[in-house]
Nanobody
Framework: QVQLVESGGGLVQAGESLRLSCAAS????????MSWYRQAPGKQRELVAR???????IYADSVKGRFTISRDNAKNTMYLQMNSLKPEDTAVYYC???????????????WGQGTQVTVSS
């Protein structure tokens, strides 16, 4: 079973940076998408950034130009570099991977446990 473990969250001041990491416990046979979501108190979970097959990336309008999603295949790890953080970025951040664990597996979604990011003004 694929497990995703996030790290890198914390408390920062507005304008500062953080880098989130998401490490997979095993190397997956194939990956369709790698994504970061976030959920603020009282709000729905929203997509922040995504890498799709082929390497293209998409970002929420609210983070374009400030956040960068990337992956290191050798380390089975994806990252979210967050610069110029704002108080409205405060949320629990979740990583997500969609793909096949093995050639015979069905395509499945895997989620991390979440990491808290708090940005003070």
């Amino acid at each position: 079973q694929v497990q995703l473990v996030e790290s890198g969250g914390g408390l920062v001041q507005a304008g500062e940076s953080l880098r989130l990491s998401c490490a997979a416990s095993v190397r997956m046979f194939s990956i369709n998408t790698m994504s970061w979501y976030r959920q603020a108190p009282g709000k729905q979970r929203e997509l922040v950034a995504r890498i799709i097959t082929g390497g293209s990336t998409i970002y929420a309008d609210s983070v374009k130009g400030r956040f960068t999603i990337s992956r290191d295949n050798a380390k089975n790890t994806m990252y979210l570099q967050m610069n110029s953080l704002k108080p409205e970025d405060t949320a629990v951040y979740y990583c997500n991977t969609g793909g096949r664990q093995s050639p015979s597996s069905m395509v499945s979604d895997y989620w991390g446990q979440g990491t808290q990011v708090t940005v003070s003004s």
